[in-house]
């Protein structure tokens, strides 16, 4: 009978054994699993930044602002407009490309654009300017008017991106 106390000792102490194999083998598991889900969530986050990283790969870096002066202000007369009181409008203006070759365009076609802003300032009508909603129209019309004519050149792929009042005095 002391041997089979001993066998049921020597078992009782292999199922401890058993047991704590068992239970660092589950704590092994859940440890993997938190582990898996943790990298699963941030995982997600990093796929997400490698494609934004990637669109901004293929998208093209903007090349820096090339400013241009005109030199010239543009003086308009609105005689007619203004119940026979005489008032001027004169705009002196920047423009902005992003490439050299727009910029040398614009300097190349000077005279049809001063005679086409002329006729567009001309155009205006001196209530309508005294408007900040004015002032920004006619600026993006202006705009407009300039890229229609530089798309007029075949060897130009490129626009001006903005054009910019350095003063606008209304009398």
């Given at each position: ?154 060897t130009l792929s490129e626009q ?12």
């Amino acid at each position: 009978m002391a041997e089979q106390n001993q066998k049921d000792d020597i078992e009782v102490v292999a199922e401890g054994k058993g047991n704590s194999k068992l239970l660092i083998i589950i704590a092994v598991v859940v440890i993997a699993l938190i582990g898996v889900g943790a990298m699963m969530f941030l995982g997600g986050d990093d796929e997400k930044e490698t494609d934004e990283t990637s669109e901004e790969a293929t998208a093209p870096i903007k090349q820096a602002p090339i400013y241009h002066t005109v030199e010239t202000p543009f003086v308009v007369n609105f005689a007619d407009q203004s119940n026979g009181e005489v008032r001027y409008l004169q705009i002196k203006l920047k423009v902005m490309a992003r490439s050299q070759a727009v910029i040398d365009a614009f300097q190349l076609h000077d005279p049809a654009l001063q005679h086409e802003l002329l006729l567009l300032f001309y155009g205006q009508i001196y209530d309508d300017l005294n408007t900040s909603a004015g002032t920004k129209a006619l600026q993006q019309a202006t705009l407009d008017k300039i890229n229609e004519i530089l798309s007029t050149d075949p060897t130009l792929s490129e626009q001006l991106e903005a054009v910019y009042f350095t003063s606008l005095i209304m009398q």
